[in-house]
């Protein structure tokens, strides 16, 4: 099994955690830390809809929220026919904490998978304010 393989096995049992009330959309994410931990993270939706959170910034959270905040790699898992994209918010919070090289791969239900990096998914992103 690589590396890869491990952060989506753990992308789609983190789905099983998904509250999703409203969408019935379980979406789970897995990131790994540049010294090797991995945490992973589900959509949490809300009665007030724009209060949910997104797995992948879930996972993203808790890693950053143990002090670890340089991420190198992040797997999402979608229950839905086509592998899941990433919101704007998600593409912007990843920028925040990986590398615009880090492997982003995305999996769909059957297993259809797509391989990116976070550059590709936020082009020319919005670094700091100077
Ligand atoms: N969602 C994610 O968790 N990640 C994505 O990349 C796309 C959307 C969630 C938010 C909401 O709970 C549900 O999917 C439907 O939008």
Redesign the pocket.
């Known amino acids: 099994m690589t590396d890869t393989d491990a952060l989506i096995a753990q992308a789609i049992a983190a789905s099983e955690k998904a509250y ?1 009330p409203y ?1 019935h ?1 379980p ?1 789970g994410a897995a990131v790994r830390t540049k010294n090797g931990r991995i945490f992973t993270g589900c ?1 949490i ?1 809300n009665a007030s809809f724009g209060l ?1 959170v ?3 910034r879930t996972a993203i959270f808790k890693a950053v929220s143990a002090g670890c905040t340089e991420l190198t790699e992040i797997a ?1 898992y ?1 229950k839905t026919v086509k592998p ?4 704007g918010a ?1 593409r912007q919070v990843m920028a925040e904490f990986f590398q615009p090289s880090s492997k982003v791969t995305l999996i769909a239900q059957d297993g259809l998978t797509v391989e990116m990096t976070v550059e590709e998914l936020l082009p020319y992103s919005f670094t700091d304010l100077i």
């Open positions: 999703v969408s959309f979406v959509n939706e949910t997104c797995g992948e999402v979608g899941v994209s990433p919101c998600c």
